[in-house]
């Protein structure tokens, strides 16, 4: 039985965000990680920290939601730079459980939305150009998740074993 386009973005969401797969999910890239690791850098020019890009993902990721929601997509940043704010604080424990938690209802509220859709779609067509951002917006959600994972790596907070399931 072929899937539908929404169908298969759906799945992809789930193997991205709490569904493991082929490829590590949000979920399983912030096991675990506390907030100095979140707000660690590598060296003087190490790029973007953990914290930092989980900012930037709940930036686009709550302009997703709106826009499956039918709701307006909020503040524009004045740039994507923007998007990633302040490298956060290793002794900002709470702050970052904050930040983690934001990210996953932001995420499960993206499945909800989008399994909606996917049932209102089963009864007549689908938006193509909303599928196709879908799509895109998911391939930037793992390219930033393959981030999280290389910085853990980087600071050996990654454990050594993985178990796939």
């Not at 940043?77 to 604080?89: I, R």
């Amino acid at each position: 039985m072929a899937k539908n386009q929404l169908q298969l973005v759906l799945t992809q969401l789930q193997c991205v965000w709490n569904k493991p797969s082929w490829t590590v999910t949000i979920s399983q890239a912030l096991d675990r990680v506390e907030a100095g690791d979140a707000a660690w850098k590598c060296g003087e020019a190490g790029g973007n920290t953990i914290w930092q890009i989980v900012n930037h993902m709940n930036f686009y990721n709550e302009r997703m939601l709106n826009r499956l929601k039918g709701l307006p997509q909020g503040a524009s940043a004045d740039s994507n730079e923007a998007t990633f704010g302040e490298p956060g604080a290793a002794d900002h424990q709470s702050e970052w459980r904050d930040t983690v938690s934001r990210t996953l209802a932001i995420g499960s509220e993206i499945l909800t939305a989008l399994e909606q859709l996917s049932a209102n779609s089963a009864e007549g067509g689908e938006d193509e150009r909303l599928t196709e951002d879908l799509a895109k917006w998911l391939l930037h959600d793992t390219f930033h998740v393959g981030q999280i994972v290389q910085i853990r790596k980087q600071q050996g907070s990654w454990p050594a074993q993985r178990v796939f399931e």
